[in-house]
């Protein structure tokens, strides 16, 4: 006997499936469904620089390479996003002992790369202070 299905149920049946969640991976896309990938895919050059630049622009120190590694991958792999990562560095305990207010954070050498906007910058372009 053959079962009706509609639009939508077809729709959903097709974009929470395994095989959209690895076609999404594959294109570097959030597939936005409820199935997890069943593929990996390695860190792109780009996305070792962000992960890197976590430990730069937040942490003001070079990534050991597990840790850049680790990172790059949950990002490539779309475990995290961005914005996960980056609130796990800046609201995380290495950064968080650093005890930093604004002026402390402003004057630190090593949070200012030119080849990334720091976070010093963020906070002197939207005027905050950084308290608990």
Do not use: H
Not at 18 to 44: D, Q
Not at 96 to 108: M, P, V
């Amino acid at each position: 006997m053959k079962k009706d299905y509609s639009r939508l149920d077809v729709f959903n049946g097709f974009v929470n499936s395994v095989e959209w969640a690895n076609i999404c991976l594959e294109y570097g896309i959030n597939s936005g469904g409820s199935a997890k990938p069943t593929i990996e895919k390695k860190p792109s050059s780009a996305v070792n620089d962000f992960a890197t630049r976590l430990y730069t622009t937040c942490l003001g120190r070079d990534g050991e390479g597990d840790g850049i590694a680790y990172w790059a991958d949950m990002l490539a792999n779309m475990q995290v996003t961005g914005t996960e990562a980056a609130q796990v560095f800046f609201f995380g305990p290495e950064f968080t002992s650093l005890n930093l207010t604004t002026s402390l954070y402003g004057n630190r050498n090593e949070f200012v790369n030119p080849k990334f906007v720091s976070m010093r910058k963020v906070l002197e372009n939207y005027n905050i202070n950084l308290v608990d």
